[in-house]
């Protein structure tokens, strides 16, 4: 057998890696050997997570500031993680929260429309049209689009975010289907609950707009919808995202992998 678990030398670029789910990837990546290029909108959240990444790690992540809202920070970054890490072989997406959300859809105005699509659709988007290219001239590349189950099984106070995400199913099944004879490897990731300072501001807006305390919110809303009675473990999605960018997992593109504990009850 020639395919190996190894990141060893991988250089990627993780988008909204400061805190959260970003954060835990791009930890979990730089301990499993990969060189990693972190994304924040702030020097200091940047400084603060390059600084855990290194007490975890051992190794200095490439930080650089981007605003995923903007064209000319989204080409920017694109250059800047390509010349900082003398190229990359993989693109791991993630995104923060629609500003207005959790919101219904009574409640949505044009501008957070327009927020939803830029950072769940236009970003993700555009940084694959600029990375293509290159991923092409060097044969290889790797593309994993960070989106959650409420895209499949919708929560009518996330709808924004979950229509403009929905494209990402599509984004990288088109990728692997065009492109995956060229060395280009496209795949999603579904998520459910993750215990991140997104997922509590977002119970805890939720719990205002309802009446109900945060802790209780927090139990009905979160832990007990999955039958493992949990929310995932940082270890457990910087896990399939390293299994996914490894060599070990060649044969799988163009593929929607769900990772919530049984929550949603889809198939």
Known sequence: MSA??????????????????????????????ARVAIVGRSRESLTRAARE??????EEPLALIADMRRREDLERLVDEAWSGLGGLD?????????????????QAGYEDWMEAAQLH????GYLTSLLLPRFLEQGRGSLIYLSSVTAKEPMPHFTLADTARAGLV????SLARHYGGRGIRANTILMG????????????KLAEM??????????????????????????EIAGLVAFLLSDVSGYINGSTIVIDGAMTGCV
């Open 53 to 58: 990444i290194v007490k975890a790690s051992g």
């Open 4 to 33: 190996k678990f190894s990141l060893n030398g991988l250089r990627v670029l993780v988008t909204a890696s400061t805190r959260g789910i970003g954060f835990y990837v791009a930890r979990g990546l730089a301990s499993w050997g």
């Open 121 to 124: 659709l236009i970003a993700p």
């Open 90 to 106: 993989a693109l791991v997406f993630n995104v923060g929260n629609v500003s207005c959300e959790p919101c219904y859809l009574d």
């Open 193 to 204: 609950s993750f215990d991140t300072p997104g997922a509590r501001s977002n119970i805890r």
């Open 210 to 235: 309802k009446g109900v305390e945060f802790e209780e919110a927090w139990r009905r809303w979160v832990i007990e919808l999955t039958p493992m009675r949990r929310v995932g473990r940082p270890e």
């Open 170 to 173: 599509q984004l990288a099944k």
